[in-house]
């Protein structure tokens, strides 16, 4: 005998079911999930850098989501940007509560961004078959801090305005080309109305558009080729290598992972909001020891010990010229360690572990001195 709440339960399940069918007869459903649960993820001691890039992946969606939000009250206009912005912090309803999302969620991807770098960087992520990854996720890495460089500016407060105005000096200072990308990006010489247009319209844009093709591609080929396995494991004989189901094992862990994250994001947002500065004066003096933010100390302190003048050359485009070509080891690295000399794969991972030292011990000397 079925009672009347029995009856109740089999008739959603007959609705859900129907519609489940419905939907897979339109979507292929099955077809996923058959992909899904094929996809294997392998079983080690470095198994925990897997949830790097889905961790990068949800700040992203955060970075998105907050941003259009922020985009209903901010108005990109000299006079206006600061006034909205203070608007938004002490008037709209959980306006602070989205932009100190948006802005510790930028420092947060960097960061993840960096360890997921570095991690795929040492589990020699980057050999064959996996450069076109590894080369999209490089160009991912710079626009994110194409983000953080041009959002900074948009508050316009004085804190902002001269960090930016330090770092299109840096940027100037490249090579070449320096001279003319600086003023293509302030819009002229000096900092002011066609800078912030700029900096709006390619931190809303133009950058979003790049991030959604490139991290489509990016996660297309992670699909393609499955996750790398490290040497160690690819040696050991076949009933030793333990691997565990995508859907739902690892994807369950990964949304666990997800909520931690969100929740040290969430912590960071209401423990420490994020503050706004006194409104930008063009004119008045830059604050006393401005720098630019965290993750563009490293350069920012290395081109400041650099002596004015070496040789011929000067010196901050010796400095930046030095800079370029430490850095280039990530773009030549697949093409010189290819896995086939235990001499190369060693250099490869000497030079990962200096440039990554280099990058720490200039970021701290940066947010000391
Ligand atoms: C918005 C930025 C990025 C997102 C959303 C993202 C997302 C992901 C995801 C979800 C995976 C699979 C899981 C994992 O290995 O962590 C992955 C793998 C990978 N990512 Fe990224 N990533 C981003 C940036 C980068 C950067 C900056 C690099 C380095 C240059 C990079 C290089 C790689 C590589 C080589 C793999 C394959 C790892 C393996 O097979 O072991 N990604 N990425």
Sequence with gaps: MTTSTGQDADNVAEKVGGLAQWLDER??????????????????????????????????????????LLMVYYIPGLEAAHASILRLNSQVDFGWFFRSIHSWGANLLIAVLGVHLFSAYFMKAYRKPREFTWYSGLVLMIIALGFG???????W?????????????????????????????????????ATLSRFFVIHVALLPLLTIGLMGLHLLFVQLHGMSEPAYFQKLEAAKRTYEKFFPNFLLKDLLVW???????????????????????????????????????????????????????EGELMGALLMILFCSGLVIVPFFDKGDSAEKAKTATY?????????VVFTVWGALS
Excluded: C
């Design 259 to 313: 909520l931690l994250a969100f929740n040290g994001l969430a912590a960071l947002v209401t423990l420490m909001p994020w503050g706004l500065g006194p409104e930008a004066d063009p004119f008045g003096a830059a604050p006393l020891g401005i720098k630019p933010e965290w993750y563009f100390l490293a350069p920012f302190q290395f081109l400041k010990i650099v002596p004015a003048q070496i040789g011929p050359i």
């Design 157 to 193: 407060d004085d804190v902002s305005f001269f960090a930016t105005k330090i770092g299109l000096d840096i940027a100037s200072k490249m090579p070449f080309v320096g001279d003319q990308v600086a003023v293509l990006l302030r819009g002229g010489h000096s900092i002011g109305q």
């Design 27 to 68: 979507l292929n459903l099955q077809g996923a999930l058959k992909f899904a649960e094929k996809k294997q993820v392998p079983m080690h001691k470095y198994s925990v850098w897997y949830y790097m890039g889905g961790i990068a992946l949800m700040l992203m969606v955060i970075q998105f989501a907050s941003g259009v």
């Design 149 to 155: 460089f041009t959002g900074y500016l948009l508050p």
């Design 351 to 359: 030079y990962g572990l200096v440039l990554l030292l280099a990058i």
